[in-house]
């Protein structure tokens, strides 16, 4: 090698040496900066009495974050379960008055029928044959004949009497029979009419000798739906069997079950919603118009009672759906998410923004009453949403998670701990027991 090779040679070495040199001092530098940084543990926190002074380095490795508590109004709510059932107060049951044969059906299951009173009503709904019927009828027509021989003898025998040719015992007697035979053209006349004849009817059935008519015919007692039927034709009518059921689906009941836990939150006239499967964006409304003085010794609930418009014809009767009731109005109410609240045993707390001062906020834990927003079983989907609005909930016991209302302890326009206040609080407690 020449000696321009070796001067090469040389220059490339001190070259990649100084090179070297620069890299160990950025090392070296950019380590002592590292080293330089403060330690966000060092001096983190502070704890004085009830209040915890954090600075900003270890708010952020808490995951501290901050809300504003806001007054508005939060109905506290309870959710159940419903069932649509037939209203009680507007259903009539039909029976046959006498045993007989049915002859004649009219209506079937699920048609409307129209009541006295109605244009065109009453509805016919069947016909039956009837052996009473046609002794009702000899009954009421011996009675008469009976009534009528009666007065005639009671004529004669004031004539007598007023000629003396007859004591007025005899007269006497004469007036018993005439009023005992009246009494039994009544008591015929009223058997008449509970078969459903008319006064018309009753006074033709003397012009009917010898042709009787052994039917008798039942009609609509009231406007409404056949909610049930029970008989066909040439069956056998026994009048302790339900024939017809006749329901007004004007109105429904709504069925609810209160779990003996919640009772207490329950009373009459408290408004609910009631939402269905077939109509997910529709509430219905109504309030609570029973509660039964009885708990039902296998579920331990207590049953519930609302009735609902139903003239739009869309509700049957068995439907299921979500009943959200208002038990509280929560006029001016505070609602936190359950986050910001840490439990000691029964006391229940949350961080107070206390002040802020160079880099470091003080925090005050303050005691406070909550209650559920919603209690209960909580409904889900639109249902929820639409009840308790933009508040959270779950699907279990709501003063775990979700949101709740502070009913002491808190004012609007405060701060406080949204999330990290467990942390916060757990550090209060390992700083006093160093203390």
Known sequence: MNAKAWKYVGWSGGLAAAAGLVVICVVFVGAGRENDRPDPSADAYKLDNDTIEVNDDASRVAGVTEMTVESRDVPVTLTLTGRTGLDLDSVTHVHAQFGGKVINVGPELGARVKGPGEKGGPTVLCVIESNDLAQAKANWISSEVTLKLDE?????????????????????????????????????????LIFGLTQKEIDDIANQVGR?????????????????????????????????????????????DVYERDLRWIKVGQ??????????????????????????PNTHSIRVRATLDNKDGRLLADMYGTMVVTVDPGKNAIVIP?????????????????????GKTRYRRTAVKIEPVSVGFVASGAAASSAIGTAAHNSGDSQESGALRVVEGLKGDQVIVRSGALGLDNEMDEQAKEQ
């Open 152 to 192: 005639d003898a009671l004529t004669r025998t004031e004539e007598l009497v007023k000629s003396t040719v007859l004591a007025p015992k005899f007269l006497i007697d004469a007036q018993s029979a005439v009023t005992k035979d009246k009494a039994a053209v009544e008591a015929a006349r009223q058997q008449l």
């Open 212 to 256: 009787q008519r052994m039917d008798y015919i039942i009609t609509s007692p009231r406007t409404g739906v056949i909610a049930e039927k029970g008989v066909a034709g040439g069956e056998i009518a026994d009048p302790t069997v339900n024939l017809f059921t006749i329901a007004d689906t004007s109105f429904m009941w709504v069925w609810g």
């Open 271 to 296: 408004p609910l919603k009631v939402f269905f499967t077939s109509e997910p964006d529709r509430a219905r409304e109504c309030k609570i118009e029973w509660i039964s003085p009885s708990l039902d």
């Open 338 to 358: 359950s986050d910001a609240v840490v439990r000691h045993d029964e006391d229940t707390y949350v961080f107070v923004k206390a002040g802020r001062e160079a």
